[in-house]
């Protein structure tokens, strides 16, 4: 499945006045890295992969329209899968972003 292209276009626009910040097709959808890390992905699956804090995961995933991300059935902590119907409005989209932005910044260049 190829990802939204309307929601990478959306992760665009929020991510624009960054510095450091490419894209990489990743994992069937479309990453955006800031420095080289990770942050976001508009997934090939749908909704959006966002990379938090591993301490924050089990917080996080609580959140409604918020599970936890699983690939070839593992659980990567300190990742998460958002369904498209929590990335509908800017407001909501502009969250995530901004928390997976704000945990690469954090982390060493690559």
């Known amino acids: 499945m190829a990802y939204d292209e ?3 276009n959306r992760i665009r626009e929020l991510v624009a006045a960054e510095q450091g910040v490419e894209e990489k097709p990743m994992f069937g959808g479309l990453a ?3 420095n080289g890390n990770m942050s976001v992905v508009a997934s090939g699956h749908g909704g959006l992969m966002v990379r938090v804090p591993r301490a924050e995961t ?3 995933v609580a ?3 918020v599970e936890p991300m699983v690939m070839a059935g593992r659980e990567f902590r300190g990742w998460l899968r958002v369904t498209d119907d929590g990335v509908k ?3 909501q989209l502009k969250s995530w972003v901004d928390r997976g932005v704000g945990y690469a910044k954090s982390l060493p260049p690559k």
């Open 63 to 65: 959140r409604e329209h």
């Open 89 to 91: 409005t800017k407001r």
């Open 58 to 60: 089990d917080k996080l």
């Open 32 to 34: 955006f890295l800031v």
């Open 6 to 8: 309307d929601l990478a």
